[in-house]
């Protein structure tokens, strides 16, 4: 399956600040990578899927300012969280979809706004 | 609104005994349908995909779709300590598009006792 690493895996910041977080992928080209959200003990929340080259789709409900998502090469995806306060603190996972139609995750990037 | 149902559990299972765990989808349309492994405090791995009616065997995985009755289940035979997580089931809709979002359910915690 496609290789998807993710940097950083944790992180702890002040309130206020902002995180970016790395999606690479590292055996193939992918054109949409998908960004996801979990909660303790909650299932996988998309928040937006991430387009090469332009802007991202975001879901109903995730502000597309706080979150921000640049697509900038094939292989790599950011997320943003500007602003984070305690309440975006949760398990940020990014994915990507195989041309054969299966999708594969990153390890994660835990996130904890004190 | 599309859903993916899942028993959240716990299901535990004896080693070596059969663990059954099962999923109902609400879109007749569906294509894709995965089954994913989540360790606590880990991001989700792809265990199994199955695209047609019938069973689908790898290694002590056996994925069974159904279509008409809009169910999917996964058995897990002799099962392992190291087998206990949570497993989700995701669907991906036929009308999914290039990016085709999949939809996952809550997932089924899975305890396999010594």
């Known amino acids: 399956g496609a290789v998807v690493s993710q940097h950083p895996s944790r992180v702890i910041c002040k309130s206020g600040t902002s995180v970016k977080i790395e999606c690479r992928s590292l055996?193939?080209?992918?054109?949409?990578m998908f960004w996801y959200r979990q909660f303790p003990k909650q299932s996988l929340m998309l928040m937006a899927t991430?387009?090469?080259?332009?802007?991202?789709?975001?879901e109903q409900g995730v502000e597309k300012d706080k979150f921000l998502i640049n697509h900038a090469s094939l292989t790599l995806s950011t997320l943003t969280v500007t602003s984070a306060h305690p309440e975006d603190s949760s398990f940020y996972i990014c994915?990507?979809?195989?041309?054969?139609?299966?999708?594969?995750f990153g390890p994660g990037t835990r996130l904890t706004v004190l | 609104q599309k859903e993916v149902e899942q028993n959240s559990g716990p299901l535990s299972v004896p080693e070596g005994a059969i663990a059954s765990l099962n999923c109902t989808y609400s879109?007749?349309?569906?294509?894709?349908f995965f089954w994913y492994r989540q360790y606590s405090g880990k991001s989700p791995e792809l265990i199994m995909s199955?695209?047609?009616?019938g069973d689908k065997e790898d290694g002590r995985f056996t994925a069974q779709l159904n279509k008409a009755s809009q169910y999917v289940s996964l058995l897990i035979r002799d099962s392992q300590p190291s087998d206990s997580a949570t497993y989700l089931c995701?669907?991906?809709?036929?009308?999914?598009?290039?990016?085709?979002?999949?939809?996952f359910g809550k997932g089924t915690k899975l305890s396999v006792k010594p």
């Open positions: 994915s990507l979809r195989w041309p054969y139609n299966e999708q594969f």
């Open positions: 055996d193939f080209q992918a054109t949409t």
């Open positions: 991430s387009n090469e080259g332009s802007k991202a789709t975001y």
């Open positions: 879109d007749r349309g569906s294509q894709s």
């Open positions: 199955i695209y047609s009616n």
């Open positions: 995701a669907v991906r809709g036929e009308y999914g598009g290039s990016q085709g979002n999949l939809i």
